[in-house]
Structures are given as C-alpha cells and as structure tokens.
C-alpha cells in the first residue's frame, strides 16, 4: 500500500537529548559564478543564498528541532485508532481506522520539501469487554498494522502496534426505558502501550528541491537534484492515560469527550545524509553542485495534555465514528473508521 505521510508536529516545552551534525556545502560553476556577476552580485553572495534555501529545504539549519519534532509526530500518530470510547460494549468487537494529521508547523510538513505531505496512519483494531468473565467493567483493546508508505520524496514503512485496558470508572445507565432515548455511557478510564516505527529513506531516488535566488533586480529558478543516502528513522513507545464520557441519542447517534495525556518514556529520532546534489537553471545550465552530509538524532517531549471528542453513528452493530484529537503542540488529528461491536 502506497499512502501519502506527514511530519505532526507536536511541541511541548521540555528538555529532550539532541546531537547533530549536518552540512551542506556549495560549490559553483563558471557558469555559476557568470550568473552572479550578472546578477550584480558576487559569487559568494549567490553561493550563501543557494546555502540558506537549500538549509531550509532539508532542515539542516534546525536538524535538532526537526527530529525531536519528528519523534513526537511519530507517538501522535496511533491517537484515536485503537481504543472505542463511543460504544459501551458487552462483548467482541473488531474495526478499522485512519488517522489523517496536520500540523501548526507548514516548513515541515510543506509538499515543496523532500520531507513533505500529509499523514496517515491505519490500524485494525480487536476487543473484547469481560461481561462473560463476570468483569463488565473491564474492557481490552489490541491493534496493529504494517504499510509501505512515502514521506514526500522519501520511501518506506510505518508499522504501529496497541495494546489498552479500559476500566469503566461508572457505569453506563441502563439501555431501556429512558435510555432508549438518551443513555449516558459513564465515566471510563483507559490507558496502555503504543508502538509506532516509521522508517524512511531515498531508495535510489533523485531528491528535487526547486528554489529561487535573487540579485539586481532579477530572480533566478534553480533545482536542485540530489542522489545518494538520506535516511529518516523514528520509534515511540507511549503510554496514553485518559478520562472519557459520552451520551448516546436515540440509539442513532452517539458523541463523546475527554482529555488525556501522553507520556512518551521512549522516543528518539534519527537521520543520516550522504547527497550529491548538481544545480540547474530551467534551461539546464549547470550551475554548481551542493553536497549535504552529516547525522543527527533526538527524543521527543516526554509528556503531552490532549483533549478528544468525536461522533458515531450507530447502525444496529455497525458504528461509523470520526473523532477528532487536539494536543497543546498546537497539533490535531482526525481518525476515521468502521467498527462491528457485539
């Protein structure tokens, strides 16, 4: 399977281990240096604003920064995709969703960047309430899915992993009489392990990054195509806690809230590039090269405030839910599916 993937970013003001050490270097042509002199500017005045766009693109100016970012968009990634919080089950369920993610930073998850896009993540998700073991207010959830994915000019594959309890802290109301028409579904108390792996790398793959430079009055496009490494790595293991309540209407239509948060005791990101990039004009004047290379790593924020709320529409046992996640980044999520529940 073959999804787009972004970078969520979810910032939170806390110290993280970072290490870097990425540089991109320019070296122009004579045909370069002849589009700085007519330009009206000098050869080192176009190499520096060649440096900076280039800097931009792939991040090496804040690598730092990126990755803890990176890291803590990995852990975001599961929100919403492997726990019910809309049905008050008394049996087995089994159900599929998709997590769609955007971010309040547009430079990371900008479609110009051989880092771009937009994220999405799937999952299957199975549970089971206890009624049967005489523990109704116990329910247990698993979920997992593996993908090949992209992130912008970048391929590989995301594999993300759940296991959650949750208890019900007070009890739904009863579903008849006056629950027929509005049910209150209680207070529940739900928490876990979460594993995400999103691992990304060029393949072989030309990296083309397209800019402009200016001088004199004139503005010159450029692109850049790189080949060589450029490998992005990223693990989370999270623990989410959360408080959860909702009201079912008509026995149609459910919605619900809550708040939370996620502790993210592992977490690290990684990066390592090797690329030799040639500059062109739009007529195919080579003007230089560009060579970026270097590593770099970072953990993320190891704890974040989320609230949730979403929707379902209950058909008999078919339910279709949205729900919608909100981190103090700012971040938000929204996580789409189909649930048979019992």
């Known amino acids: 399977m073959k999804l787009p993937v972004a970078v969520l970013l979810t910032l939170a003001a806390s110290a993280s281990a970072a290490s870097a050490d990425t540089t991109a270097t320019v070296t122009l042509s004579p045909e370069g240096m002849m589009l700085a002199q007519a330009m009206g500017i000098s050869p080192a005045e176009l190499a520096a604003q060649i440096k900076t766009r280039v800097d931009d693109a792939y991040q090496t100016g804040r690598i730092s920064e990126f990755l803890k970012e990176f890291t803590n968009a990995t852990s975001f990634s599961q929100r919403g995709i492997g726990v019910d919080y809309s049905s008050a089950p008394t049996g087995f369920m089994a159900g599929l969703a998709a997590n769609l993610a955007v971010a309040g930073d547009a430079d ?3 479609r110009e960047r051989p880092t771009g896009g937009l994220a999405v993540n799937l999952s299957l998700m199975i549970g089971m309430n206890l009624s049967e073991w005489k523990h109704p207010k116990w329910t247990v959830f698993a979920n997992g899915f593996y993908q090949s994915a992209s992130l912008g000019d970048l391929d590989g594959s995301i594999t993300s992993a759940g296991a959650h309890v949750q208890y019900n802290l007070l009890q739904p109301a009863k579903s008849g009489g006056a629950g027929t028409a509005l049910r ?3 207070v529940s108390l739900t928490s876990g392990l979460e594993y995400t792996q999103w691992t990304f790398g060029t393949g072989g793959t030309t990296l083309s990054t397209d800019f402009e430079v200016e ?13 060589g490494r450029f490998d992005l790595r ?5 623990v989410p806690i959360e408080a959860t309540t909702g009201i079912r209407i008509a026995l149609l239509a459910t919605l619900f809230v809550g708040a939370g948060i996620d502790l993210t005791p592992v977490g690290n990101s990684t ?3 090797s690329l030799d990039g040639q500059l062109l004009t739009n007529d195919n004047r080579n003007l230089g ?3 970026i290379s270097g590593n770099g790593d970072a953990s993320g924020s190891p704890g974040q405030f989320r609230l949730l709320a979403g929707g379902q529409v209950n058909l008999w046992k078919l339910k279709i839910f949205a729900q ?3 981190s103090q980044a700012p971040a938000a999520s929204i996580a789409v ?5 019992q």
Not at 215 to 227: D, R, Y
Not at 234 to 238: F, G, Q, V, Y
């Open 324 to 326: 919608a996640n909100v």
């Open 271 to 273: 990066v390592t590039a």
């Open 234 to 238: 990223s693990n989370a293991l999270t």
């Open 108 to 110: 990371v998850y900008d």
């Open 184 to 186: 209150w579904l209680g």
């Open 215 to 227: 001088g004199g009055g004139m503005t010159q496009p450029i692109t850049l195509n790189s080949t």
């Open 337 to 341: 599916g189909l649930k048979f529940v």
């Open 289 to 291: 090269t560009v060579n």
